[in-house]
């Protein structure tokens, strides 16, 4: 059984999204594989990324039928409800969930970013120039998605894309299937969230105090807070 749901604005993509779960194996470009797999379609001069997350164990395939959403469910919702509060990411065009003893696969449909590159690509990109202002924005961009209550969980560098575009940086949010949305971000949180950007030192400093600022919050303790989550973080991957 295959449960299809196509973003309103992108009903014209109905006959190529019902196709994917049986040309997903053979056709599209392959853009990344691990995990999960991406792949680029071009559709009508379109270009749709397709996410096929990994066929979940035994015990999870059920799980996620009975008593949880799949991951390609909550990514779309989760984009649908990013886009309606201002905030960028892919936009959302259809997931699909194929079910028979249990959830077999699932798929998340977005339309390309193209020019955007990674967090964790920051320092390696000359041609950005000054980025004291870009860091200083992505400290203001966070405050206002916990403002917003949205809170996601893997805030890593390889999660949050970014662009200039007419001199300013935008951001976007992807991997979104484990955010939690709704329920106010406390204080601490804020800070932690922060832990697994990896970027340098005093790049977490800037940061911390444009957040602070922006959230009002003590900045000399937001830089000890996020500082101290980001040391914790790196002790445990080293250890």
């Not at 998605?145 to 969980?153: D, E, G, N, R, T």
Request: hydrophobic fraction near 35%.
């Amino acid at each position: 059984m295959i449960k299809t749901v196509i973003h309103p604005d992108y009903k014209s993509f109905t006959k190529f999204i019902e196709s994917i779960p049986s040309i997903f194996e053979t056709e599209g470009e392959v853009i990344f594989q691990g995990r999960n797999i991406l792949k680029r379609f071009v559709v009508n001069d379109t270009r749709l990324i397709v996410k096929a997350f990994r066929k979940p164990n035994l015990l999870n395939r059920f799980v996620y039928i009975s008593f949880r959403s799949s991951k390609a469910c909550r990514s779309y919702g989760n984009g649908v409800k990013l886009v309606n509060a201002g905030f960028l990411t892919p936009m959302p065009v259809a997931y699909i969930e194929n079910t028979g003893f249990g959830l077999n696969r699932s798929y998340y449909i977005t339309t390309e970013l193209e020019g955007a590159h990674e967090m964790r690509e920051f320092w390696f990109i000359p041609e950005i120039g000054d980025r004291l202002p870009i860091l200083e924005k992505f400290g203001k961009y966070t405050a206002a998605l916990h403002k917003k209550q949205i809170y996601h969980k893997d805030y890593s560098s390889g999660n949050i894309l970014y662009k200039i575009v007419d001199g300013e940086p935008e951001f976007y949010l992807v991997d979104i299937n484990r955010m939690r949305l709704d329920i106010p971000v406390t204080e601490e949180e804020g800070y932690r969230n922060f832990h697994s950007l990896w970027v340098q030192d005093e790049a977490y400093r800037v940061i911390a105090r444009s957040y602070a600022q922006a959230m009002g919050y003590d900045t000399d303790k937001a830089v000890e807070r996020i500082c101290f989550y980001k040391d914790e973080f790196m002790k445990k991957r080293s250890s």
